[in-house]
């Protein structure tokens, strides 16, 4: 299949978060990732300038809110706001992984719905469009007043797993709130699923009291399946559980592996855990390789969907509720 797109009528540009992934979306494309000037004056505000002319362009930007977070949110609300004003006709924003997904309800007084915020903000630059890839909860995509594809990683993860052996293996997402997903994940493989019972206590302390849905015990094998991994709080206290339950190999997978406080060597210090499958949404600096850790691309998948797109075709089978 020919992914590419006229390369005269777009313009694709990076932030610097993941400028990796954004160059290999841009060559599965066919068209040329131009390049983004990006330095700061001296009083430490952020100089922005696109290299190439996006007049009555459609404007793709690709950008990660991952660490920093905030200075990456600023490039991507710059650019948008730099392609409006030089009159680009469409400008769609690339956002791999919407970090403040994460905080998606009011569940403390006074507390900011960060989720519903930065949409009102990409909007508000200028975005006319936006493509992100697992939204942490569901109501998330409904936070955006512009059109907003939720994609899916799933695919990805299965063509991975087509040539393992998953005789006796059981998904299981750590809590309930991911459960939809795992489901989903479950079925295009033909696995039974469970999800942890948990509560958590703050941002890095979580407790799984037990498993809700199939019964684990006689699974040898777990595919522990989450949206995003940060310390890797939740996994360790599912993989402990799941270990008590009689698992003996357990293969984790999460499609934005942030990786914070030494999360892969803290996942992998556990013997049962024998491979930590993540995307390449978050850019994975050379200090967190590990030889349990392999990282999958979502190039193809983010080409696919901007190809149908720009074609005026249907994604539904792209989204993350399809299958």
Same mark, same amino acid.
């Given at each position: 299949?020919?992914?590419?797109?006229?390369?005269?009528?777009?313009?694709?540009?990076?932030?610097?978060?993941?400028?990796?992934?954004?160059?290999?979306?841009?060559? *599965?494309?066919?068209?040329?990732?131009?390049?983004?000037?990006?330095?700061?004056?001296?009083?430490?505000?952020?100089?922005?300038?696109?290299?190439?002319?996006?007049?009555?362009?459609?404007?793709?930007?690709?950008?990660?809110?991952?660490?920093?977070?905030?200075?990456?949110?600023?490039?991507?609300?710059?650019?948008?706001?730099?392609?409006?004003?030089?009159?680009?006709?469409?400008?769609?924003?690339?956002?791999?992984?919407?970090?403040?997904?994460?905080?998606?309800? *009011?569940?403390?007084?006074?507390?900011?719905?960060?989720?519903?915020?930065?949409?009102?903000?990409?909007?508000?630059?200028?975005?006319?469009?936006?493509?992100?890839?697992?939204?942490?909860?569901?109501?998330?995509?409904?936070?955006?007043?512009?059109?907003?594809?939720?994609?899916?990683?799933?695919?990805?993860?299965? =063509?991975?797993?087509?040539?393992?052996?998953?005789?006796?293996?059981?998904?299981?997402?750590?809590?309930?709130?991911?459960?939809?997903?795992?489901?989903?994940?479950?079925?295009?493989?033909?696995?039974?699923?469970?999800?942890?019972?948990?509560?958590?206590?703050?941002?890095? *302390?979580?407790?799984?009291?037990?498993?809700?849905?199939?019964?684990?015990?006689?699974? *040898?094998?777990?595919?522990?399946?989450?949206?995003?991994? %940060?310390?890797?709080?939740?996994?360790? =206290?599912?993989?402990?559980?799941?270990?008590?339950?009689?698992?003996?190999?357990?293969?984790?997978?999460?499609?934005?592996?942030?990786?914070?406080?030494? %999360?892969?060597?803290?996942?992998?210090?556990?013997?049962?855990?024998?491979?930590?499958?993540?995307?390449?949404?978050?850019?994975?600096?050379?200090?967190?390789?590990?030889?349990?850790?392999?990282?999958?691309?979502?190039?193809?998948?983010?080409?696919?969907?901007?190809?149908?797109?720009?074609?005026?075709?249907?994604?539904?089978?792209?989204?993350?509720?399809?299958?």
């Amino acid at each position: 299949m020919n992914d590419s797109i006229p390369a005269g009528e777009v313009r694709f540009f990076s932030g610097s978060s993941n400028p990796q992934l954004a160059e290999s979306i841009a060559t *599965k494309l066919g068209v040329p990732l131009d390049a983004t000037h990006i330095s700061r004056f001296s009083n430490d505000n952020l100089y922005i300038q696109l290299s190439a002319s996006v007049r009555y362009r459609r404007v793709y930007i690709v950008q990660s809110l991952s660490q920093p977070v905030n200075d990456h949110l600023m490039e991507l609300l710059m650019m948008i706001d730099i392609a409006r004003g030089a009159a680009a006709s469409e400008i769609h924003a690339i956002i791999p992984y919407y970090s403040f997904g994460r905080s998606d309800k *009011k569940d403390a007084p006074r507390i900011s719905i960060t989720a519903r915020l930065v949409a009102d903000l990409l909007k508000t630059a200028g975005a006319t469009h936006v493509m992100s890839i697992m939204f942490h909860s569901p109501q998330v995509h409904g936070f955006f007043g512009i059109p907003t594809d939720p994609l899916s990683s799933r695919a990805v993860f299965r =063509e991975y797993l087509s040539t393992c052996d998953l005789s006796g293996a059981i998904v299981v997402a750590p809590d309930m709130g991911q459960a939809k997903s795992a489901a989903r994940f479950a079925r295009t493989l033909d696995l039974p699923v469970a999800a942890g019972n948990k509560e958590r206590v703050s941002d890095t *302390k979580v407790v799984i009291s037990g498993l809700v849905g199939n019964q684990v015990r006689g699974h *040898k094998r777990a595919l522990i399946y989450d949206d995003e991994i %940060a310390t890797g709080g939740s996994i360790l =206290e599912l993989s402990r559980v799941l270990i008590n339950e009689g698992v003996e190999d357990i293969l984790v997978f999460c499609t934005h592996g942030v990786f914070t406080q030494g %999360a892969v060597e803290r996942l992998a210090a556990v013997p049962q855990i024998s491979q930590i499958v993540t995307t390449d949404t978050v850019r994975i600096s050379p200090e967190k390789e590990h030889p349990k850790l392999k990282t999958l691309s979502v190039a193809q998948v983010f080409a696919d969907a901007i190809r149908h797109n720009f074609n005026r075709e249907s994604l539904s089978d792209l989204f993350v509720f399809g299958e």
